[in-house]
Structure formats: structure tokens, C-alpha cells
């Protein structure tokens, strides 16, 4: 599988239809994690998924840049919970097919800000 493949259904299974039950054949147990909210390793991932698909995300990718061992993911994540959108970039290092190491970037509640030009948010 590539990088690309990887990383479309590690989104859709594990974000999108909120199911864990595969996590194995995706993350690595030593996990890094960049995040400061989130704890690292598998079994910290899981702890964050707790909350987070409590709030049903539902991610739209946009972009996926790959070089080298890295895959960066740029999209619209929409809370169905409560209708927030954020907008996203996660980085991801990928190391023996699997994901080992992540970094992000967001831009919560994208649907109260009124951009000041006409050229999207996406």
C-alpha cells in the first residue's frame, strides 16, 4: 500500500466511519505525537478518540503532499455533533507502512470568520 493509500484509509475508516477496531495495520505502538492536546503513542491516540468521535468529525480531504517518508494532509474537518468546520493541515511521518509520527495545524470554526477577500477557504 502506499503512502497516499495509507493515509485515505486510515481518514475514512478510523475518522469518518469512527472505527478502531483496524488501528494496528495503520499507527505503530510508539506513536510519536506533536500535538500538545493529545497524548503520544497508539494507546494515547485511542485516549484522544475518546472525545474526538464523540463529536462525529467528518473529514473532506483536500490535499495530500507526499515527500520522501512524509504525507501531509490539508482538510475540512465538520463537527456533526455541533456543525463546527474546522480547517486542517496533519502531517504525518510514515515509517515500515505505518504512521509514526504526527503534526498539526488548525484553524477552529472556520464558519465564523468572514474572510475579508473572495478567494475561499479551501
Known sequence: MTNRELILKFYEEVFNNRNLSNLDQYMKEDYIQHNPTA???KAG??????KFLAMKPKMEIMQIIEQDDLICVFFKCTMLENG?????FDLYRIEDGKLAEHWDCVEHNIGAVKPVHENGLF
Open 39 to 41: 497524548p503520544t503513542g
Open 45 to 50: 491516540f485511542l485516549k484522544f478518540c475518546e
Open 84 to 88: 463546527m468546520e474546522n480547517k486542517v
